[in-house]
């Protein structure tokens, strides 16, 4: 019996950690920590975690569960029943296209996942490997074999430049079709809707419980094999172990000019406005914070339910991951096999997402059964990817539901309608990543940052952090902090606008790289303007609903004598 | 690698497993753990019974 309910309270960690772990925690934060400084990101990365991470995670769960209780589980039904004005609905605008416009290059990635998995599985990455080892000189066999699964991405994901494309429109795309990710992005596109479909939600937990420890295992195992390569190629001392540690550790940055190589100091690193908005994105996008999705699902929970802890475990769980495992793994792995100038420029030129990709293989090949290793990894990546994908969703088909009276076929089909334009824009637009990320930054940066700031504004000045801490202690077995409601009424708000203000003196009135690229790439526009026009498809949508909650709450007060 | 970048990296990852290992230390001796602590990917949306 004992072990039973240990049993479950295990299976309790792994659901939640499942959860919690995605693309954000491997891929996503090595190449956004190494491109802001390194160790010195590390210091707002901690203090974005504490003073804010935290904090509003718990505000999204408690702002929920409140309004889950006045009958709403969409953000902009949510925040017109705490506020009681119609207006306040389109704030949950921002909550309702940040997951699902993350949603639409996230499946992408997921299909890299998966596709990389079916490479190594079938058999296709050795046949690269051998066809390139057996075309390389006796001496340099190994090294052509990582070259040559490094390049495969390019073409895999469609990232090579126009020019080595040998052509565009039709043949373009038949190539992604037959060559590149296409099939792997309309399978995992097809999944993502069937499981949300059909409301597979236990599936999804079991499926949790089982991939999680197998990732962690699997994790494990290729932290020890990057942290015993030593210096895989005598040639080139410097590509060594300790110094990719010192890489992605050590508190210096590092800026790539005219092809070289220099570095920013520990303070210059951290006086820029831009490492810190980066830490506080991180954050948020890895713990799935100032999305809207953990305000939609705490709605679905009891009073007695302990929200409090499920915050902070689904939060420690995922910084574990993170930092234990994905800061230690995928930079000192692709500065041994990609050289410290191929890692920035990776971030500037294709999104940082894609580092995991281009370093990992080289890992694979130095290790017994490596293809195996491979393909297993990418494959729980792809599994950890397609839980967060769902809940991805989750928001707006509640909001199609309650705000528009569709049935969930109808809103899932809606939503598929509307992701699979995003989707395949992404996708077929993808030289040099640049749609992916700047929808990444626009969305998974901007856009968080904005709509967290006004959630934690709105619930200590608005709802009240008398009624708010309230609703989050109620079931709370663990004690909050006492410190918490001056965190929440002073220093999250003023850290959040202090940063915001900083960021647009320093980027938007001083041209930074993201506004120069929107002044100037059509491509970075038609990003922005797509961005653009999905959320005036959505403000409209909330305006229609608004409408129709204002006609519903009408009707029995006409009706009664 | 620096002493610096060592402190960084000692210091971030034992304290994230620190706090990861408290916050499974509060579950497992949680008195309902399993039908009080939730994350979306066991939380079923009401919707889903029709």
């Not at chain 1, 074999?145 to 430049?161: D, E, M, S, T």
């Not at chain 1, 901007?446 to 009624?467: H, K, N």
């Not at chain 1, 909050?480 to 647009?504: E, M, N, Q, R």
């Amino acid at each position: 019996m004992a072990s039973e309910k240990w049993g479950s309270k295990l299976g309790v960690i792994l659901a939640v950690t499942g959860s919690a772990v995605g693309l954000g925690n491997f891929l996503r934060f090595p190449g956004v920590a190494c491109a802001n400084g390194g160790g010195a990101f590390m210091i707002p990365y901690i203090i974005a975690f504490l003073i804010v991470g935290l904090p509003i995670a718990w505000v999204e769960w408690a702002m929920g569960r409140y309004g889950g209780k006045k009958g709403f589980s969409s953000a902009p039904g949510i925040f017109r029943a705490i506020t009681g004005k119609d207006r306040s609905a389109q704030i949950g605008t921002l909550a309702l296209i940040i997951p699902v416009i993350i949603y639409m290059w996230y499946v992408s990635i997921e299909a890299w996942c998966l596709g990389y998995a079916w490479k190594y599985w079938s058999g296709g990455m050795q046949t690269i490997v051998t066809a390139a080892q057996q075309a390389a000189p006796t001496d340099g066999k190994i090294d052509a074999g990582i070259q040559a699964v490094q390049n495969y991405l390019l073409h895999f994901a469609g990232i090579v430049p126009e020019n080595e494309n040998t052509a565009s429109g039709n043949f373009r795309i038949l190539r992604q079709f037959t060559q590149g990710s296409l099939p792997f992005l309309l399978f995992c596109f097809t999944i993502n809707f069937i499981l949300i479909y059909r409301g597979i939600n236990k599936g999804i937990e079991w499926f949790c419980r089982w991939a999680m420890p197998a990732l962690l295992f699997c994790a494990l195992l290729i932290l020890v094999r990057v942290l015993t390569l030593g210096t895989p190629n005598p040639a080139n001392p410097d590509a060594s172990i300790l110094n990719g540690l010192g890489f992605m550790w050590n508190p210096v940055g590092h800026n790539l000019i005219d092809g070289g190589l220099v570095q920013v100091s520990f303070w210059e690193a951290l006086s820029r406005p831009q490492t810190w908005l980066a830490a506080a994105g991180q954050i948020f996008f890895s713990l799935s914070v100032g999305f809207g999705i953990i305000m939609t699902y705490a709605s679905y929970t009891k009073k007695e339910d302990d929200i409090a802890l499920s915050s902070v475990s689904a939060a420690s769980g995922n910084g574990f991951f993170e930092v234990a495992l994905g800061g230690m793994i995928v930079i000192p792995a692709a500065f041994i096999f990609l050289g410290p100038e191929s890692i920035i420029s990776a971030g500037e030129k294709a999104s940082s997402l894609s580092l995991g990709f281009l370093a990992l293989p080289g890992v694979f090949e130095y290790m017994p059964a490596g293809h195996f290793f491979g393909g297993l990894f990418f494959f729980l990546l792809f599994i950890a990817a397609i839980t967060s994908s769902l809940s991805m969703l989750q928001p707006a088909i509640a909001f199609l539901e309650e705000g528009l009276d569709l049935s969930r076929q109808a809103a899932v089909t809606l939503l598929g309608f509307i992701t699979a334009i995003g989707a395949l824009f992404v996708s077929l637009m993808s030289h040099g990543l640049t749609v992916l990320d700047h929808m990444d930054f626009w969305t998974g940066n901007f856009c968080i940052y904005l709509l967290a700031t006004i959630e934690v504004i709105f619930f200590s000045y608005v709802m009240g952090l008398d009624r708010g801490l309230k609703e989050l202690a109620s079931g709370a077995e663990m004690k909050l902090p006492k410190i918490l409601p001056f965190v929440l009424k002073y220093i999250t708000p003023l850290f959040l606008l202090i940063i915001f203000g900083w960021w647009l003196k320093d980027q938007v009135f001083s041209n930074g790289p993201y506004i120069q690229a929107l002044q100037s790439d059509p491509t970075v526009q038609l990003t922005v303007g797509f961005i653009i026009i999905t959320t005036l498809f959505f403000s409209l949508l909330v305006h229609i609903a608004v409408r129709r909650w204002n006609k519903i709450e009408a009707t029995p007060q006409e009706e009664s004598p | 690698m620096s002493p610096t970048g060592w402190i960084i990296m000692l210091t971030s990852v034992f304290g994230m497993t620190a706090l990861f290992s408290w916050c499974i230390f509060k579950v497992l001796t949680h008195k309902d753990a399993s039908d009080q602590i939730h994350s979306p990917a066991d939380i079923d949306p009401h919707d889903q019974d029709d």
